[in-house]
């Protein structure tokens, strides 16, 4: 009873703050003037035409950088959590075999799949998008996989291989920008290009690639984990 | 009664939905006792402070911050929403991404432990 | 070679390539996991050398551009302090720890992640490069907690991490309404235009950017959860999370201050005391 109480006491003092921040709220008519000088310059120093994609790789790049160490914390995180123990006997659960639909489905969508979630990170610097996004769809593509197969084993030598190498050539692109151009992540090391070409605004596509390698081995690294 | 949608109304609504979700979400971790529910309510509350997040961002009338066909070089810094809190959304979903699976495997090993997800079973969780 | 940034360069790239190198053998994973930590001292110390000997303070740079456009970082006298006792802490910790955590390299990996994350939650100048820092060092936390997989500390961990997250939201609530109210994340930017913060919308963001931190740092009342925890995790980790994280919290707080426009001073020895008690 009490319990119940103090919740929803606690609920409505929260919602009476709510409740006053949105009243309070009036939407900028304009710019910031961070944000204009993005906008604004954003295209010709960093040849990159999604704003919000330099913004992330470049002018926010250690954000970036530190996101890319969360997921893979997490991934770590979880393989710590769910690890089996050596010598523990591996229970042959009795898996339901998916049905005809799925399976044949799989074999249809699966690359369909794969190539919208590379297009997506490839393209990150011109269109919406980006690594995680393309890597989430990856990473969907392989949970379909595992949906419709249970008994599927990913090779685990070359998901780590291809989650820890990603990884590390993300911080080696980050020293080469120190190394070579203003700092550490800037993205000018590499020709600007022409805008709005595929090859184009510096470093950003490598460290989108990259960013969408990684993403997309993660996640299923931890949904592989999880199935048992 | 009607609703006009003119442009300075946008942000507001997204913002205040966003806040009813996020109520919604702590009265899920509060009140639930299974512990995927639990999880949910979680993960309701931090898309609920995503929505804010863009909300946020939103200028009235404006468009996504991409230079094609639609945005004119030039002229883009009139035409454009704020980049800087998508990109933070961004980060934030991810974050809250890990948050959530850990806390998802944690109700695996839970689950193997005690064999059911009702929080009740947990005796030491005084909440 | 001793600029700071190199804290971070060396333990994300050791981190990602830990696996690798563990694979090929054990000892040779853990080598490197204690060379890393072995670095990062020597970096923090050999840098609050110069500075207590007089040196200037080292403003990090990121993305070749001046903030607010960029973060930025900054090695000071008082974070050159406090990361070298981090990372001093962190270099015993792992060294006592070693035979526990070199049997997963995940433990090795997240034990790195957890040192540089509050090295980053020391120096940043950042308000939403604070928040990514201290979500990398609570979810290496979340994780290393529930290493031993017992019932008791599985729940503890689970409460932990609701409260964490919980504080966590609220940080980016209060995050995202101060750059609307201030248009920038650069902190000090925003101490620069403090007056734009004094109205109630501003209040009720930095209350609550404060209240995520406090809930971080864990003094009285908020560490009923911190308690479980301390009980159940195992030992060394145990100190690392009470010892390294709230001084981490305790940079957060006092980056904020300035901000807050009430004694901080008093506020804090308040809080200490109560805590104490």
Redesign the interface.
């Known amino acids: 009873m009490i319990k119940r109480a103090t919740v929803l006491l606690s609920l409505l003092l929260l919602g009476f703050i709510f409740l006053h921040i949105a009243m309070d709220y009036s939407p900028p008519s304009a710019l910031n003037s961070i944000s204009e000088q993005y906008v604004a310059s954003g295209p010709d120093e960093l040849g990159a035409a999604n704003i919000v994609t330099a913004v992330l790789v470049t002018y926010r790049g250690l954000d970036t950088l530190g996101e890319v160490a969360v997921l893979f914390i997490s991934a770590a995180g979880v393989g710590l959590l769910l690890r089996r123990n050596l010598g523990a006997p591996t229970e042959e659960k009795k898996q339901r075999a998916a049905s005809e639909l799925v399976g044949t489905a799989v074999h249809f969508l699966l690359p369909l799949i794969f190539v919208l979630g590379v297009y997506i990170f490839v393209n990150g610097h011109l269109t919406p998008g980006g690594g995680f996004q393309g890597g989430a769809v990856l990473a969907s593509g392989i949970m379909l996989l595992l949906l419709a197969d249970p008994h599927t084993q990913l090779n685990h030598g070359i998901v780590e291989w291809l989650e820890s190498t990603s990884g590390f050539g993300y911080v080696v692109v980050g020293v080469l920008g120190l190394v070579l151009a203003g700092g550490f992540l800037d993205n000018r090391f590499l020709d600007l290009g022409t805008f709005g070409e595929l090859f184009s605004a510096g470093a950003m596509p490598i460290i989108y690639v990259l960013i969408g390698l990684k993403v997309g081995t993660e996640l299923s690294a931890v949904l592989e984990r999880m199935k048992d | 009664m009607s609703l006009t949608m003119d442009g300075?109304s946008i942000?507001?609504i997204v913002?205040?939905s966003g806040?009813?979700v996020?109520?919604v979400g702590?009265?899920g971790?509060?009140?639930r006792r299974n512990?995927i529910q639990?999880i949910i309510g979680?993960s309701l509350?931090?898309t609920g402070?995503h929505m804010?997040?863009v909300a946020?961002g939103?200028?009235?009338g404006r468009t996504?911050?991409?230079?094609?066909d639609a945005v004119d070089?030039t002229q883009?810094?009139?035409l454009?929403v704020?980049?800087?809190?998508?990109?933070?959304v961004?980060?934030?979903i991810?974050?809250g991404?890990?948050?959530t699976?850990?806390?998802?495997?944690?109700a695996?090993?839970?689950y193997k432990?005690?064999g059911s997800l009702s929080v009740d079973d947990?005796s030491?969780?005084?909440? | 070679m001793l600029d700071p940034l190199n804290i971070y360069i060396f333990s994300l790239g050791s981190a990602f390539l830990l696996s690798l190198f563990y694979r090929l053998h054990r000892n040779v994973g853990t080598f490197v996991f204690l060379a890393t930590l072995v670095g990062v001292t020597a970096i923090s110390g050999l840098g609050f050398l110069k500075l207590v000997g007089g040196g200037p303070a080292i403003d990090i740079l990121t993305a070749g551009l001046e903030p607010p456009l960029s973060i930025n970082l900054r090695f000071g006298l008082q974070e050159a302090f406090l990361s070298l006792a981090v990372n001093l802490l962190g270099l015993l910790g792992g060294w006592y720890l070693l035979a526990r955590l070199r049997e997963n390299v995940q433990a090795l990996i997240l034990f790195l992640m957890i040192v540089m994350g509050i090295n980053g939650m020391v120096m940043t100048r950042d308000l939403f490069n604070l928040f990514v820092f201290i979500e990398i060092t609570a979810i290496a936390t979340y994780a290393l907690i529930a290493m031993e997989r017992d019932r008791q500390t599985l729940i503890a961990g689970f409460k932990y991490v609701m409260a964490g997250g919980l504080a966590s939201a609220f940080f980016l609530i209060g995050t995202i309404l101060v750059y609307h109210l201030a248009g920038t994340l650069n902190i000090d930017g925003m101490i620069a235009t403090r007056t734009v913060l004094d109205n109630p919308l501003g209040a009720t963001a930095l209350v609550f950017l404060v209240a995520a931190v406090i809930i971080e740092l864990k003094p009285f009342p908020a560490n009923g959860w911190g308690l479980d925890v301390y009980q159940t995790a195992p030992c060394g980790i145990g100190a690392i999370i009470s010892a390294g994280v709230a001084t981490g919290a305790l940079a957060a707080l006092y980056k904020l201050l300035p901000l807050l426009q009430i004694d901080g001073l008093s506020a804090m020895v308040c809080i200490g005391v109560v805590t104490f008690l």
């Open positions: 300075t942000p507001i913002l205040a806040l009813i996020v109520l702590l009265w971790m509060m009140s512990i639990i979680f509350t931090d402070i804010l997040m946020v939103y200028l009235n996504a911050p991409i230079i094609d070089r883009a810094a009139t454009v704020d980049p800087i809190p998508s990109a933070l961004l980060t934030a991810v974050i991404l890990g948050v699976a850990l806390l998802l495997a944690y695996i090993q839970i432990k005690n947990c030491e969780l005084k909440g």
